[in-house]
């Protein structure tokens, strides 16, 4: 289904996920980590190794243009599971500079997990991408998406919906090839569309 042109949507996600897959690598020290069995076993497994309050990160691109900026009031690392949590995430994910593209994308959701090991992020509770082209702002929510980088898809088997001042399409489902810019709606598509004058 084409609901928008160019797909930009796409493109962000894939983004979205590998800039919160570098900020937390940059954590990370060159080293192996080693892990204290008897400090773990003291702090207990549902306790985090470290943490990060009010967290924003900024990336630039090799011109010193503005690309990302992320923000979370909370994020919580687990060393032995490589496994960083994060609470009411945002991002603003910036494409070139000039045109269309100037404005933000805006993915903002009440949960994220990001499993480093599987380079695989998990956002939950309210998910939404937000993006405007043109006086158009086109809103995709849904309860959960999977951003997974290493094979360039986001996904989720949750309801979706997708909005724009043309109409609003649901569906149950969906698939995003990042690189390939191609959004499939898996089932129980519907739309509600605005016709013209």
Request: glycine letters at 8%; hydrophobic letters at 35%; a negative charge.
């Amino acid at each position: 289904m084409n609901w928008l042109p160019d797909r930009p949507l796409l493109r962000t996600l894939a983004l979205a996920g590998t800039t919160v897959a570098a900020v937390f690598l940059l954590w990370r020290s060159d080293e192996p980590t080693v892990i204290d069995r008897q400090t773990a076993d003291l702090r207990g497994d549902t306790e985090p190794d470290g943490f990060v309050i009010n967290g924003d990160y900024t990336s630039f691109d090799e011109d010193g243009n503005l690309k990302v900026s992320f923000t979370s009031p909370r994020i919580e690392q687990f060393e032995e599971n490589n496994l960083a949590t994060m609470e009411s995430p945002r991002a603003e994910l910036y494409g070139d500079t000039g045109g269309a593209d100037t404005l933000p994308w805006i993915v903002e959701a009440e949960n994220g997990s990001l499993l480093q090991n599987e380079n695989l992020l998990y956002l939950t509770g309210n998910v939404r991408i937000l993006r405007s082209i043109g006086g158009r702002d086109t809103t995709l929510t849904t309860s959960s998406l999977t951003l997974d980088n290493d094979r360039g898809m986001a996904y989720t088997d949750a309801p979706v919906e997708i909005r724009d001042v043309t109409g609003i399409t649901r569906a149950t489902g969906m698939k995003a090839w990042i690189d390939e810019r191609i959004l499939e709606l898996n089932s129980q598509v519907e739309g509600l569309y605005e016709t013209g004058n």
